[in-house]
């Protein structure tokens, strides 16, 4: 599920609240009870485990290509 960051404009307080996608835009109440609250823009880091092919010359990466 994704976590999505708020933060309050009465107390200025930053919190997380963990929700469908579906319900991502719907107010979150502040931790201390207040409803000004504003959904913060936050990029996303996905991390498959693959990693980059090695660097090397020519379109193949190995420089057989002549």
């Known amino acids: ?3 999505y960051d708020f933060r309050c404009r009465q107390c200025g307080d930053t919190f997380e609240v963990n929700r ?3 319900s991502a835009a719907d107010p979150a109440a502040c931790p201390a009870g ?3 609250t504003v ?3 936050t990029t996303v880091g996905v991390n498959t ?3 980059a092919p090695a660097a090397g010359g020519g379109c ?3 420089g057989c290509c002549g």
């Open 39 to 41: 959904k913060l823009l």
């Open 20 to 22: 469908p996608m579906s």
């Open 49 to 51: 485990g693959a990693s």
């Open 60 to 62: 193949c990466g190995g």
């Open 1 to 3: 599920m994704p976590i």
């Open 34 to 36: 207040h409803d000004d």
